[in-house]
């Protein structure tokens, strides 16, 4: 509560990107009021050439949006810290402290604006859609993008359990092929 307290006032950038990954990294670890359970946790990176900020998850899937952004972006989060040139950025930080933490350590940034299309489950299928579009950080500047579709076969309309498999499958695809092909965005 303290720390939460002292971030909106804190006027040095650097001094609350710390504050901000010092509250992740307690709701991470179940403690404070956030109710976090371990998937936002920040890994630091020391050897990472890439800063990568993720959006919030645009669902267009019918479901909740803690249910759905849990899933994507935990296998979002997996694939690109198992890429081993990746530091995730913090999700409340300022443009001015994403380019001196990406200054001081002479990473390329980038913006990953995440989408869930709507399930389609026609002819006795689930297609899966997730949509990444990669964008300059902290500028914004669309660079292209990295979708993936998946279909399962002989699904009963509002299997979740179908559902969350397939997202989190397509999520780390895409994430996966954009960690592997992210220096061709530049």
Request: glycine share 10%; net charge positive.
């Amino acid at each position: 509560g303290c720390l939460k307290s002292h971030e909106g006032r804190e006027s040095n950038d650097g001094v609350k990107v710390a504050i901000t990954r010092a509250i992740e990294a307690i709701s991470a670890a179940g403690g404070g009021d956030s109710g976090g359970g371990g998937d936002d946790k920040i890994k630091n990176n020391p050897s990472a050439k890439y800063y990568i900020s993720l959006s919030t998850v645009a669902n267009s899937t019918g479901r909740s949006q803690p249910e759905v952004e849990a899933v994507v972006l935990r296998a979002i989060k997996k694939k690109l810290e198992d890429a081993g040139t990746i530091q995730i950025a913090p999700s409340k930080e300022t443009a001015d402290a994403a380019r001196d933490t990406m200054k001081k350590r002479k990473m390329s940034g980038f913006y990953l604006a995440i989408a869930v299309d709507r399930f389609d489950y026609s002819n006795g299928n689930l297609r899966v859609k997730v949509k990444i579009g990669v964008f300059t950080y902290p500028g914004k500047s669309l660079l292209g993008n990295v979708d993936k579709t998946l279909t399962k076969e002989g699904v009963s309309s509002g299997d979740k359990s179908s559902e969350d498999q397939m997202l989190e499958m397509a999520a780390g695809l895409a994430s996966e092929q954009f960690a592997q092909n992210a220096s061709a965005f530049l």
